[in-house]
């Protein structure tokens, strides 16, 4: 397993599939004039496969796929039921926005150990309408329905964005605290190119919120785990909460990023790093791919911040271009 200099083991593979998506979230993507990659800029099936695999051989054992909307491409589930079943991994993962996973619910639920996270902002059509600029949040309910009705490890993530949701933050624990998904609170990140952002609700100020309704108990924090976990009114319900701006777990990260066009990203708030895409294309081989490999994540910084302030630019991409 690759440890990093800052003595963290990299075992944590998250893979953006594609940039593309069929929602247009106001956190995620500018209003307009969102440029989308040519097709062969975008890593293909065999060339992902690749990485993958040779990422394996380095001690990952979780892969998590995202997008983009990872579904929007059409040859991600072939993708996700051979990285299944290769030799070391112990867990696949999938972050989606729900509106197109539906129909594959009965080959999720073959595939050992997946854990699917759905994106949810608001309880209410009209708002998610506001917030997707789609209308699909009837679409979205179902397939957390079908998910939970089959089994499917669910976590449900709420971005937390001052004055659009936050007056929904109880309505979301009460609607869903009697059933078996995990609910998750994620402190909104600055990944939304164009757009001048500022955080509000940091973790304090979502579990103050929480503390203020339930009889709250943070629970012992597991270890390279991004969340702060409670639970409630002495249930078994857990609801988590994402420091992705205050960046506290940063200490015990062992997450490795790889975008849709094959750059390696040690950090969310770091510039994009080495070009595996162009290892690939120009001939290298595998041993040659995990010599460059082990020497991008031994530059790996000690924190966002500091990944923050060595930034060439300190405009964002937005979070379809990274990886969600």
Known sequence: M???KHGRPMNYLRVAVTDRCNLRCTYCMPHENMQFLPKNEILSYEELLRIITVFTELGVNKVRFTGGEPFFRKDFID???YTSQLEGIDSVNITTNGVLTQPYIDKLK???DLKLNISL???VAEKFIKITRRNAFETVMKTINDAMENGIQTKINMVVMDGVNTNEIIDFVEYFRKTPVNLR????MPFNEHENFKSVWTVDKISNLLSENYNVVQQPIQP???TIDYKIDSSDFVIGIIAGFSRSFCGTCNRIRLTSTGRIKTCLYADPGLDVRALIRSGSNDAEIKERLIEAI???HK??????EQRSKQVFESMSKIGG
């Open 121 to 123: 902002d608001t309880l």
């Open 303 to 308: 924190n966002g911040f500091e990944a923050e």
């Open 110 to 112: 073959k595939i050992k």
């Open 185 to 188: 609170f994620i402190e909104q």
């Open 2 to 4: 690759i440890i990093d």
């Open 79 to 81: 993708l996700l039921e």
């Open 224 to 226: 390279q785990s991004t």
């Open 298 to 300: 031994q530059q790996r």
